[in-house]
């Protein structure tokens, strides 16, 4: 059929949202949707002449381009911005908010020098780990939402959590948690899965996948949180995580890691200043994110209109 088709045009219309639609409604299964090959090459379409083919082609190739180009240069200023707040964080809770205060060597090589004035401490002694387990003796329609590895971000959101009977619940899901715990990954370590429990996820179970970390008395929570974000102790989990396609480090060896503790004020400081940075931050994230979003609904557009004639290519000009 190569004298009737154009190979890009087909492309696209593969890609139109009614070519999808169509597809969509011959899928069957229940865990994986699949669709018949021999029914999606038995569909009839519509089609141009072929010189007008190549010229909607021509123009989607062009077009679609610009716009791709304007969606990658977004992504990078996602991945800037990510740096950014990563640098941010690791800088406050290991350098202070005062370049001014004098400063003493750590002992510590990923800490380097820090305020004279800090502590330097092992996480047990800065906070308590899993204090609280869910026993086997709990009733049997005892109800919860589940916080497992896979719903926490890099970025420390928790989502699409699902609830469970003590009953019908995973095995792993044992540990409780508290507002102001922060939440650490200790199996496959190296997805960084990290969140700070709020009050909405006060009564959540979370998987023994993770550590609970439980502030003590002298130290903020918020600081707690950003203290075991920042990249110097995120690095030290993973050179202490064992194996290599599934990372674990034991909740021993976490609790022997190195971290800062400097006067509770300051604690409460620098916790303020980052909760003010990082949201500026996510708020540019999400934007930019919202951006992106549009413009991919914008390039699907664009070709269903192309491929079904609704708009004329004849003579367009890139944009």
């Avoid at 890609?15 to 018949?36: P, Q």
């Avoid at 004279?116 to 869910?134: C, E, G, M, Q």
């Avoid at 439980?214 to 929570?221: D, K, Y």
Wanted: proline fraction near 5%.
């Amino acid at each position: 059929y190569r004298h009737l088709l154009e190979a890009r045009f087909l492309f696209y219309l593969m890609l139109s949202h009614g070519f999808i639609s169509i597809v969509d409604s011959m899928t069957y299964g229940a865990k994986m949707l699949r669709a018949n090959p021999n029914q999606i090459g038995n569909l009839g379409m519509s089609l141009p002449s072929l010189p007008e083919q190549r010229a909607i082609a021509e123009y989607l190739d062009r077009e679609t381009a610009c716009i791709d180009a304007l969606i990658a240069h977004k992504r990078d200023l996602l991945a800037l911005l990510e740096r950014q707040r990563a640098a941010l964080i690791s800088h406050a809770v290991t350098q202070g908010l005062n370049p001014a205060a004098p400063r003493k060597d750590s002992g510590i090589p990923w800490l380097g020098e820090i305020p004279a004035h800090w502590d330097v401490r092992r996480l047990k002694f800065v906070a308590s780990i899993n204090p609280d387990t869910l026993p086997e003796t709990t009733p049997k329609d005892y109800t919860f939402a589940y916080i497992d590895i896979g719903n926490v971000s890099s970025d420390g959101n928790v989502s699409d959590l699902q609830e469970y009977t003590f009953e019908a619940a995973p095995t792993r899901a044992r540990r409780k948690v508290s507002t102001g715990d922060t939440i650490i990954s200790t199996v496959r370590t190296y997805l960084q899965a990290i969140a700070y429990i709020e009050d909405n996820l006060s009564n959540c179970i979370v998987s023994t996948g993770f550590a609970v970390l439980r502030p003590r008395e002298s130290v903020h929570s918020r600081f707690l949180y950003y203290l075991v974000r920042s990249q110097g102790f995120v690095d030290a989990v993973m050179a202490h995580s064992n194996g290599v396609s599934y990372p674990a480090i034991n909740p021993t060896t976490l609790a022997g890691l190195w971290g800062l503790l400097p006067p509770l004020p300051e604690q409460r400081a620098i916790a303020e200043y980052l909760d003010r940075e990082t949201a500026r931050i996510d708020r540019l994230k999400g934007e930019i994110e919202a951006s992106i979003d549009l413009l991919g609904r914008y390039r699907a557009a664009l070709i269903s209109a192309a491929v079904t004639g609704k708009i004329d290519v004849r003579g367009a000009l890139s944009w």
